[in-house]
């Protein structure tokens, strides 16, 4: 952002500094002002719809009669001279209340938003107090909206925020406001379930209750009960920031945490409802060994409090090798002390060798190229965006919705230049039209976003990264360009790109690991080079997969074929398994063998085949019952705390190892604080881990930060069906955070903030008091630590050459991607129910020519065999996808164990063929 | 009057057909084009108009001329691109047909009208936005543009000048929000009429959010005359006793003798209207008071008949000239049951996009009906006048609901005790009196 | 599936506009011409030919009165209730119509004749009160009775 002069403005008559290029309201409320508003959001700006933010403006000094106007849309300009506390204008705000709740049916105490309401808020906030209608309220009928988000329209004052967010910012199409006068209605067509990947944001952007979390209320509990902590989403690698609330030790809830770097606003669903898998009845919760019975059936043995030690204690001595598999779903702390109990020689990392390598190449490129990793919100700003074979919009759906936001950038910025203000919305979007800036995406098939771009390329992973390598070619004669043609469609690109990328001065590469393509993250490399070569402001955005994908990349270690060697080969009798399912990240035989040896120990906190497998399995907990550190694709350390104390014998991870070092003799690690502070004083790459958030020692005058509201109730009596003696709080040495209402009330420092919530402002909107301007970054900076950074440009790495050949289709085989689903390709979400509800249904795509010469039809059975592996599936055709390519959605159930891209084989079933002619016979 | 008194009216044919091009052609049709084209540069034209004190017809009565000055010319965004020109027939204010009068009489007055209009502006397209309800003038517009586009009066390189407009007839499907120009904008996008921010104003940043000027249909209309005759002529048709030009064309409605409406000096007094054109009350029927413009002006009553009906001079009295269509209530209609329509009209066409109209216009339908039935409070009054305050300009998001509290106003003040008398009698003392 | 008529009229309606959406309001109003109203099915037809979501058509299609979206009768008739014809003897005119036909607003006759539908001033104030039944306009309806004549040269 261009620096602006600052002009002055009085309030009451008293001067004020600002900046010129905001409203009124942006103004007021980043003094400090309290002042009502319901249509405006800092996201999505002005339109001045609900009139609540009513000021008076005056002329000059002397005007004493001044004039009502909306703080929304009333620039701050130089001697701009309003009255918040004018008798007019305070009457008029009341009235606008008055006129909200003619209809509002005050059902309070059975709302869901009841105690985090912005229309409870605003309404003691302007004094209105009594109803003077004795007439019938409207009613509407409410909508099936889908397992996410549930509806009662009668309680809607018609802020227009809901299609704003969902239509305008996050540019879905399946909802809409319907009818005209006091009848407006908002909501679908008709029912069903609504598509936007971030329809949970209505729960938040809704001022009332009309758009409410469905889960939560499947077990409600009242803001003001709900016990939460600070948190990092654990579904895809962005790192966004939220808030888990808890109660009767289950998660009731995820909200979005304001950070002004990453997420802002908000979260995309996945991150929102994925949380229930922490509240699975299959959670493991004690720890056990296996024996055999007599007839070679599995025991399972519980091990008591007092007799894990002593057992673990003695698998460790009588080991022969111990070698330890990390994990990118577990935190620093927890991958780092498995590294150094097994010591470094004998710590694998938990990601499959295929992965292994692309994130290993990532952050070389990253901390040895001259491009710097953009925080999401620099992607949203950015002002042109080429994509290189990630699916974003199903790897890591933020970064979808922050392009889409980039997408403007280029118009709006033409249309502030003529004179429209960037917070006056409709005005903007009206001027802005359907232009759009530079957008282009290259992937292996079409994606959620697609539409939104300038240009598309859909082919094999090399040829994309051969359009990639084109295009840096094009832009820097010093960037090797590929021999031979690239695919027409791509061809034709190259010049459009390199010459919009060329126009842009903050242009943003995205790629990352979806692809499973080396070529395709080298060749995003090369075209960000070329551009920061020629002077621009670029970025470089990767994708890695999972919440520490980075932070596990950094740590190092072997790759896991590695580790099948050393069980095969018995240097190691013992294994470790960290959060880890092997059998994700190698084929089932690898897997087996390394499973194979003489003791495997799974920490983890639900079943799955490595669990299955293990000889003695230790409970872990979920990230919200645990403190620690992920590190996100742009290298950002960042803390999550604990948010409650989990039930059973469920232990951290780092906290299960920590005593396995105690029990080899070694070191034990009390906190958190110790454990980050020996490593970030061993491995250099984590030197700025403590920074990232306060230590557990951090005061405020003295007192803890409490995670527990102040009306926090029951607290005497939540335990009273199992003791009526009131327990003393768990206490808590990993964090300033304390388990009750006591403590500090005011602002913590933005790592620590675990609700927003200021005197007045008891919903989500309390966060403008958070920030030090609204819409800007949190108080006191926003959290996170950055691990990496650019290396300095001499240093810089050269151009990639490696440029692979142009993708050729082979006789008889497909060349098999992955495709990626937002729901259903992560894992954790997936078990969640509501999440599980719109996981798709297993199938392959493939080219409807290349489906015609199999002669198989959409939804026909067919077999696939990749690496061995057979898997039966139902044919989708996408003409999107390249012939000879086939597009396999990684992750949905029973889709996993292969690397891809493979090349495969696809066969159909004995008399599937032949049935399904005779029902298109029956048909016709 | 002669013809040239009334330029708008005085060429309609006696048997109420539209006027086919070379009958308009005759009456000196599309001489003023030519002229504009061959003679006069587009800031001429502009010139001529600022100069005659045309005003907006539409209700607002904004200086045409510098509302045509404000369309970008220089070399910003705005400037360069496609410009509009947009006609407004949408006519929906009750109490006024003025519009469609002239649409269905003498369509190529109107096409002429824009054509200069665009000539001016520099526009290259143009829009009429015809109300759903018009039937008639769509056929007369449609046939007429038709026409034109056949002599080359609309196309391309329009009689050799190297000027192009294209027009459009776009049909509105209701809603009285499709008149206030912004609205207007969006529903001919395609899109929901609600209102936009101004600024910026649709002369900035309009239809697709080019420059756009819209304009009445009577507005229009009058240009083609102010080029052909000079702005010193068309500031002469004025009674001249405030500084707008031209004529008006004045109606009445409601139970007067010769309800219609009339092309008279800008400045004629109310009492003339009423009294002369309009043929004074029905046998049997007393004046009680009127709405001097359509619905969304302030009552006035017998002693206001004298105003000069121009813009300046029925604000002095409290009202708005507005359209210019007097809506006239005798004695034996309920004041309330017609505030009741009033406001029902204005509720139910609120766009429900600010909430004091969409909730505040409801609660008043809401208390009227029920002092018309007899149910009413005696805090109702004070309320409805409290509504009538708090929807004022500026408190709203745009003029409708501002429009609905002049009459609410100036209504329950000046016939407070039928209101009163409703609610102490519990019911509607002319509904008695009828059954 | 839309008809091959609507289909001609629509495209040549969207001539009038750069976008395809922008030309939606008078589409619906073509397709209403040709089936009476706007079922569910033709607002997805129409919304697919349009480019546009059946919640995008929808979002406008309900803003605007003269777009039905419910069943309505062969012929519509629409009975100011405006100001001017208020004035002048209105609700004898709906009372007597609605006696006549025996629906009250927003009812269809049970033979599916009529639909009686309430309507902003139409425009014809001079010869209020008015109503409009399908594209004619019937003004000047004083006594009310003179609409019984009008009704019976619609079938
Ligand atoms: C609610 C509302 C309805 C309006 N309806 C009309 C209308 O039907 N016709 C019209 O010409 N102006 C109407 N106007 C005024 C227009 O907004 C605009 O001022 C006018 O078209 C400008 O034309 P003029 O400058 O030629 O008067 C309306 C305004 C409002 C607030
Ligand atoms: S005043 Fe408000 S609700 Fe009423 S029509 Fe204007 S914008 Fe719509
Ligand atoms: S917040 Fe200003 S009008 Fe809604």
Known sequence: MEDKKLVTVYIEDKPYRVRPDQSMLDACLSLGFDLPYFCWHPAMHSVGACRQCAVKQFKDENDRKGMIVMACMTPAGEGTRISIKDPEAVEFRAKVIEWLM?????????????????????????????????????????????????????????????????????????????????????????????????????????????????????????????????????????????????????????????????????????????????????????????????????????????????????????????????????????????????????????????????????????????????????????????????????????????????????????????????????????????????????????????????????????????????????????????????????????????????????????????????AVIEAAFNVAKSLFDSGKDAGLCYVAAECNSIGLGLMGGKSLREAVGAVRENRADTVIVLENDIFDRLSAPEAEALLSARQVISIDHLPNHTVSMAHTVLPAAVFAEGTGTFVSNEGRAQRFYRVYVPAG????????????????????????????????????????????????????????????????????????????????????????????????????????????????????????????????????????????????????????????????????????????????????????????????????????????????????????????????????????????????????????GITLPSWGRIGIPPGVREAAEESGEDRA | MSNAERPLTGDFRADGRPLGIGEYEKTGGYLALRRALKEMSPAGVMDEVKDSRLRGRGGAGFPTGSKWSFVPSGADVFSSGPKFIVANADEMEPGTFKDRILMENNPHMLIEGMLLGAYATGADCAYIFVRGEYFGSARAIGKAVAEAYGKNYLGKNILGSGFNLEMHLHMSAGRYMCGEETGLLNSLEGKRAIPRTKPPYPQVSGFMGRPTVVNNVETLC???????????????????????????????????????????????????????????????????????????????????????MDFDSVQKVGSRMGTGTMIILDDRTCPVGMQLSLQKFFARESCGWCTPCREGLSWVVHMLGAIEEGQGEMEDIDLLLEQARLLAPGHTFCALAPGAAEPLGSGVKYFRQDFERHIREKHCPWKIKNS | MLSGAELNEIEKELRAYSDRKMGCIGALKIVQRHRGWITDEALRDLAGYLEMTPDELDSVATFYPLVFRRQVGRHVILVCDSVSCYNVGYEELLWHLMKRLAIGLGQTTADGRFTLLPAACLGVCESAPAIMIDADVHGGLEPPEKVDQILNSYE
């Open chain 1, 649 to 896: 014998q469920v232990e951290e991870s780092w906290r299960w190892l920590s005593e396995f070092l105690a029990a080899s003799a070694g070191a034990k690690f009390f906190t958190v604080d110790d454990v980050q502070r020996a490593m970030a004083g061993e491995l250099p790459a984590f030197g700025g881990v403590p920074a990232a958030a306060p230590p557990a020692d951090f005061r405020i005058s003295g007192l803890k930060i409490p995670r527990q509201p102040h009306r926090y109730s029951g607290r005497t009596s939540i335990h009273a069906d199992v003791d009526v003696n009131e327990p003393k709080p768990p206490a808590d040495p990993d964090s300033p955070l304390s388990f009750s209402m006591e403590g500090f009330d005011g602002r913590p420092p933005s790592a620590l903030i675990s609700r927003f919530w200021a005197p007045g402002w008891n919903s989500v909107q309390a966060v403008n008091k958070f920030q030090s301007e609204v819409g800007g970054r949190l108080r006191g900076g926003d959290p996170g630590q950055r691990l990496i950074g650019p290396a300095g440009k001499e240093k810089s790495l050269p151009y990639f050459t490696g440029i692979p050949a142009p993708f050729t289709r082979l006789e008889g085989k497909f060349l098999v991607v992955p495709l990626y689903h937002v729901f259903g390709s992560e894992k954790l979400s997936a078990l969640s129910p509501p999440v599980s509800e719109l996981v798709p249904s297993p199938y392959l795509a493939l080219n409807p020519e290349d489906a015609g010469e199999l002669g198989c039809t959409e939804g026909m059975e067919i077999r696939l065999i990749v690496e061995d592996v057979f898997f039966r599936l139902a044919a989708r055709l996408d003409a999107s996808i390249a012939r000879g390519v086939a597009g396999f959605p990684l992750g949905l159930p029973g889709l996993h």
């Open chain 1, 102 to 518: 003619l209809n509002h049916p005050h059902d309070c105490p059975v709302c869901d938003e009841g105690g985090e309401c912005h229309l409870q808020d605003m309404t003691v906030m302007t004094g209105h107090a009594y109803r003077r209608t004795r007439f019938r309220k409207r009613t509407h009928r409410n909508q099936y909206l889908g397992p996410f988000v549930n509806h009662e329209m009668n309680r809607c004052i018609q802020c227009y925020r809901c299609v704003r967010f969902y239509n305008d910012y996050a540019g879905g199409r399946d909802f809409g406001v319907f009818a005209a006068h006091d009848n407006v209605y908002f909501g679908r067509q008709e029912d069903g379930v609504l598509e936007s990947e971030f329809s949970g944001n209505l729960v938040e952007v809704c001022p009332t209750g009309v758009f409410t979390d469905r889960t939560l209320k499947m077990h409600y509990t009242r803001k003001w009960d709900l016990q939460t902590a600070p948190s990092v989403c654990v579904h895809c690698g962005l790192g966004c920031n939220t808030i888990p609330g808890e109660r009767y030790g289950t998660l009731r809830r995820i909200r979005n945490r304001y950070n002004g770097q990453v997420n802002g606003y908000f979260i995309c669903d996945r991150g929102r409802y994925g949380y229930e898998f922490a509240n699975s009845a299959t959670r493991i919760r004690r720890p056990y060994r296996i024996t055999y019975g007599k007839a070679g059936e599995k025991i399972e043995n519980a091990l008591e409090e007092g007799k894990v030690l002593p057992h673990v204690k003695s698998l460790l001595q009588g080991a022969k090798g111990i070698i330890g598999i990390g994990s990118p779903r577990a935190s620093l702390e927890a991958n780092y002390l498995l590294k150094k109990f097994c010591g470094p020689g004998n710590f694998y990392a938990g990601f499959s060798d295929a992965e292994f390598n692309l994130v290993g190449r990532i952050i070389s490129v990253l901390t040895g190229g001259p491009v710097k990793a953009p925080a999401l919100r620099e992607v949203a700003e950015a002002d042109a965006v080429f994509v290189l074979g990630e699916d974003v919009s199903g790897t890591a759906p933020m970064l979808g919705l922050a392009i889409r936001q980039a997408v403007r950038q280029k118009p709006v910025e033409a249309v502030i230049k003529s004179g429209i203000p960037a917070w006056n919305d409709y005005a903007v979007r009206q001027a802005v039209q359907n232009d759009k800036g530079p957008f282009f995406i290259a992937t292996s098939a079409a994606t959620r976003i697609d539409s939104l771009a300038e240009g598309t390329f859909h082919g094999a992973p090399d040829d994309i990264a051969r359009l990639g390598f084109a295009v840096a070619a094009a832009i820097s004669p010093e960037a090797p360009a590929p021999d031979g043609s690239l695919p027409e469609a791509a061809a034709g690109l190259v010049p459009r790109i390199a010459a919009r990328l060329r126009e842009a001065k903050r242009p943003v590469i995205i790629s990352g690991t979806g692809a499973g393509s080396r």
């Open chain 2, 222 to 308: 009058n240009v083609p005359h102010i080029i052909r005759n000079g702005a010193e002529w068309f500031r002469g048709l004025s009674r001249g006793f405030s500084g707008d030009g031209g004529t008006k064309i004045y109606g009445a409605s409601g139970r007067v003798k010769r309800p219609g409406a009339w092309e008279l000096p800008i400045g004629t007094t109310a009492r003339e209207i009423l009294e002369e054109h309009a043929g004074g009350m029905r046998d049997g029927f007393r004046f009680r008071g009127l709405l001097p413009g359509g619905a969304s002006t302030e009552f006035l009553l017998e002693e206001h008949l004298d105003v000069r």
